[in-house]
């Protein structure tokens, strides 16, 4: 069975930094792409960060030039810093992987239960 387990988020005052990690664990055979999500209050989810298998990152316009997205592939885990963190980026962060659980299968898609930052002074 396969988890993915988010830590790292918290209160934090507009100007500050956090750094969200995502562990991946259970029975990997090979992860592809790796993503950080976020839903704030009334909205819907949207993509923040994308990290491939080979390191190309994509970043969504509200958060470029601020957030950096990571990854170790020897520990299975993904990490977002946040800097210069705005009110506006108060939401739920998740993680998201689609990865293999042995070869010659199909991928599947999976997501972590989310951790809370909230921006406010």
């Known amino acids: 069975q396969v988890q993915l387990v988010e830590s790292g988020g918290g209160l934090v005052q507009p100007g500050g930094s956090l750094r969200l990690s995502c562990a991946a664990s259970?029975?990997?055979?090979?992860?592809?792409?790796m993503n950080w999500y976020r839903q704030a209050p009334g909205k819907t989810r949207e993509l923040v960060a994308h990290?491939?298998?080979?390191?190309?990152?994509i970043y969504s316009d509200s958060v470029k030039g601020r957030f950096a997205i990571s990854r170790d592939n020897a520990k299975n885990t993904t990490y977002l810093q946040m800097n210069s963190l705005k009110p506006e980026d108060t939401a739920v962060y998740y993680c998201n992987a689609e990865l293999w659980v042995a070869p010659s299968t199909q991928s599947g898609d999976y997501w972590g239960h989310g951790t809370q930052v909230t921006v406010s002074s």
């Open positions: 259970g029975s990997i055979f090979s992860i592809n792409d």
């Open positions: 990290i491939a298998s080979n390191g190309r990152t």
